[in-house]
């Protein structure tokens, strides 16, 4: 039996936070006032900007208080056990825990639970389990208390957002999310947070890495001092975004955005709802809260949400859009084709850069050459499904080209491979 103590609670009331009675000393609250300050100040930042972005935007955590533990709060329980499980995850929720006390019998809402807990794998709460810090000291030199602080807020918003999902389908006897498309949404959550709460950027804005000024995004990701050492800064948040999908771009048809190991599925997955919301949307909320209260999942969620555009549509116009984005000379690029609310190029130019210079690197996708005309054959080693690969014709056009497509030795193709054109000059 595994016991905790309360470090954080206050009138407010959203959140509650506990400690694992295994930290380690050089960890807890009693013993550590730094990882004190840190408690209160994730619980107050959960209370102010945290649980209203996530509640406005998707769903409320605490949907299925009533039939779990009543106590009008969201637990997160900070313990050393996912580290020493060997796991990489910095998160962990379950819908196990939003199963009712008794699944037996009913309760009236305020009224006392009777009967027998049936559900043995449940700790009947709204409850987000979050790894500790591992190194002793301060600086931001290994996963120190004060680089914790720095990452972990991201990873509460997105296990967050898995708790309203979670709670808002089970309210309504919805199935739960396609595991894709949860994770693709979580990772929106991290980018909403950012943008209303943290760097206060718009939709729609092109967003680059930034700068000194404005001292925004990746830029203040890499950085621990000022600019980038005020309000919720510092904090990593859209780093994971772009790091994770730059090995993607860098890796054509090798990553699908039905999964896979490790992130960057959730990274494509996340893409492909912001080009979703970007082209479609009437508004952000609408859209997202449409997707997580809905009774459809995966592929027919996305797409009926998008207006009913085929997925095909949706990873074609996205495929498009990662390398058309600021294309160089492209006065304007159609919608369909388009990533407004982030500059990739600029993005890109300078990620992995100091706060001094760009590193003037290349744009990462590389399409693969090809001149107008007689075209060789040009062999696709893999491709897998939900994934892409990336052609650029160019030369002289001098009469109508005709492109052909076909297996191994001429065998006919999938019938679900798509192909997706835009004339960029």
């Known amino acids: ?242 790091g994770t999908m730059l090995t993607a771009l860098k890796n054509p048809g090798q990553y699908s955005v039905f999964g896979g190991p490790g992130a960057v599925p959730y990274a494509e997955a996340w893409s492909r709802v912001r080009y979703a919301v970007d082209r479609y949307a009437s508004t952000e909320k609408a859209f997202v809260e449409s997707l997580t209260v809905a009774p459809d999942t995966g592929v027919r969620n996305l797409e009926l949400r998008s207006g009913g555009v085929t997925i095909g549509q949706l990873l074609g116009g996205r495929a498009l859009s990662m390398y058309a984005d600021h294309y160089p000379g492209l006065a304007s690029a159609n919608a369909d084709i388009a990533f407004p609310t982030w500059d990739l190029r600029n993005i890109y130019t300078w990620f992995n850069g100091s706060s001094a210079s760009p590193t003037a690197l290349p744009y990462p996708l590389v399409p693969t050459p090809l001149t107008f005309g007689s075209v060789t054959s040009t062999p696709v080693v893999a491709l897998l499904g939900g994934s892409s690969t990336w052609y650029e014709l160019s030369g002289t056009q001098m009469a109508p080209q005709l492109l052909r497509l076909e297996g191994s030795g001429g065998a006919a193709l999938p019938s679900t491979l798509r192909l997706a054109i835009a004339r960029l000059q």
């Open 1 to 242: 039996m595994s016991s905790a103590t309360r470090v954080f609670y206050d009138s407010v009331g959203k959140v509650a936070i506990y400690e694992d009675d295994a930290t380690a000393t050089d960890f807890k609250a009693s013993a550590n006032s730094t990882m004190a300050s840190y408690y209160t100040r994730i619980g107050e930042q959960f209370n102010a900007d945290i649980e209203p972005i996530i509640r406005n935007n998707f769903g409320d955590m605490r949907r299925r208080d009533a039939t779990t533990d009543k106590n009008g709060v969201v637990i997160l329980l900070f313990t050393p056990r996912i580290a020493q499980a060997g796991s990489n995850a910095l998160g962990v929720t379950s819908t196990c825990d939003l199963k009712p006390r008794d699944d037996k019998k009913s309760h009236a809402v305020g009224g006392p639970y009777t009967g027998t807990n049936t559900n043995g794998s449940s700790n009947y709460g709204e409850i987000a389990y979050i790894t500790l810090p591992t190194v002793v000291g301060s600086g931001y030199g290994g996963n120190t208390a004060d680089e914790w602080y720095r990452s972990i807020r991201s990873t509460i918003v997105h296990e967050g957002k898995h708790l309203a999902a979670y709670a808002e389908r089970a309210f309504k006897s919805y199935p739960v999310e396609s595991e894709w498309l949860e994770e693709g949404t979580a990772r929106l959550a991290e980018e909403l947070w950012m943008r209303i709460a943290v760097d206060k950027v718009g939709w729609k804005s092109g967003t680059g890495f930034g700068n000194v000024t404005p001292p925004v995004n990746v830029f203040c990701d890499l950085q621990t001092t000022a600019p980038c050492a005020s309000g919720l800064r510092p904090a990593k948040i859209m780093s994971r975004h772009f």
